[in-house]
Nanobody, 131 residues
Framework: QVQLQESGPGLVKPSQTLSLTCTVS??????????WSWIRRPPGKGLEWMGA???????YYSPSLKSRTSISRDTSKNQFTLQLNSVPPEDTAVYYC???????????????????????WGQGTQVTVSS
């Protein structure tokens, strides 16, 4: 059974950097064809895919967030991390990490943004951007 757990500060000041870590158990983040994403839900809005890191360590970002987002991983700890720079209050949201399988025959970016294809999710962590 794969489990994902988000961790990080629940309160970030405007203009600072939001950093979250997802710790994965029950499966290696280097397992072939699995991609590991960050997804968020702002209050009163739908889920928004932010970006992902692949089993090979390749990264993919939402065009709307690419300039402010960085995703990295630590394979020795089986963790991957989100950094979101220069946050405004509008980045207040529940942040989730999740896993999706992208077979070699599939288009990577299309599959990453198909949130119904994700099979394991973390419980989510609330992050509030406020002074």
């Amino acid at each position: 059974q794969v489990q994902l757990q988000e961790s990080g500060p629940g309160l970030v000041k405007p203009s600072q950097t939001l950093s979250l870590t997802c710790t994965v158990s029950g499966g290696a983040i280097t397992t072939n064809y699995y991609y590991w994403s960050w997804i968020r839900r702002p209050p009163g809005k739908g889920l928004e895919w932010m970006g992902a890191i692949s089993f090979r360590g390749s990264t993919y970002y939402s065009p709307s967030l690419k300039s402010r987002t960085s995703i990295s991983r630590d394979t020795s700890k089986n963790q991957f991390t989100l950094q979101l720079n220069s946050v405004p209050p509008e980045d207040t949201a529940v942040y989730y990490c999740a896993r999706v399988l992208v077979p070699a025959s599939m288009v990577i970016t299309t599959t990453l943004t198909s949130l119904g294809k994700y099979d394991y999710w973390g419980q989510g962590t609330q992050v509030t951007v406020s002074s």
